[in-house]
């Protein structure tokens, strides 16, 4: 019986998080008294297997999250790299510290609230199929722009991608080898540009991301229920 490829966990968290209209970015936010970048950590440590989390931070955020590290006692399977000016390049960056052989999962920092299953779901799927995207239904009814007019368009043709999103290693480092482009909205569009077929899972309509200021409110309340 061959053995299971080892995994890997990538955790960006280089933005600035303007939108929060915060002086510090979203991921560093307190979620119940605890930074929201600790919540997402703290996710992957409590799956078995992970051999390394990378977290591409801006240079001038290291000293903070060294801090963060040393009061959460947070294991030093956890490293940091040089965030890029883009999601892109900071992946990119991360994923050259990393081998060329395993699974790579990507998860937004400011996404704390990923279950167990869902992230199990997601290694076991990029083990069988090279790839999981986590993404949910529409429930709003969706409209397109053609020839700046609004067309209406069959929400069930679309999916809402989210992460985690696994992929072998191997073929996710290929397809960063690309230059950036602006249509690389997420690390899926990256891999799918490259000529890789994604596989779409379920995801979790609790799963959201911490964007703006109300976002906060929710993932209280999402946390509560859970108790």
């Not at 060294?66 to 892109?88: A, D």
């Not at 069959?154 to 991608?161: G, K, P, T, V």
Request: aromatic residues 8%; hydrophobic residues 40%.
């Amino acid at each position: 019986m061959s053995a299971s490829p080892k995994r890997y966990v990538i955790i960006p968290a280089g933005g600035n998080g303007v939108r929060m209209q915060a002086n510090i970015p979203k991921q560093f936010l307190l979620l119940n008294e605890i930074p929201v970048i600790i919540h997402t950590l703290h996710l992957f440590l409590a799956i078995d297997g992970i051999e390394k989390i990378i977290v591409p931070i801006a240079s001038h955020w290291n000293l903070y999250f060294n801090e963060l590290k040393q009061k959460y006692e947070l294991p030093e399977s956890i490293e940091l790299v040089e965030g890029g000016e883009t999601r892109f390049h900071s992946v990119k960056n991360a994923l050259s510290v990393l081998p060329n052989e395993g699974i790579a999962c990507i998860h937004d920092a400011a996404r704390p609230l990923a279950t167990k299953k869902l992230i199990e779901k997601c290694f076991t799927e990029t083990e069988l199929k090279g790839s999981a995207i986590a993404t949910i239904s529409t429930r709003d009814s969706v409209f397109e722009l053609k020839n700046e007019e609004y067309i209406s368009t069959n929400r069930n043709n679309y999916r809402l991608a989210q992460t985690p999103q696994c992929f072998q290693l191997s073929e996710i480092k290929k397809a960063f080898q690309k230059p950036h482009q602006e249509n690389f909205t997420d690390d899926a569009s990256v891999y799918e540009t490259a000529g890789f077929k994604l596989n779409l899972i379920e995801g979790e309509t609790t799963n959201i991301k911490i964007t703006n200021p109300e976002d906060l409110f929710f993932a209280e309340n999402i946390l509560k229920s859970r108790k």
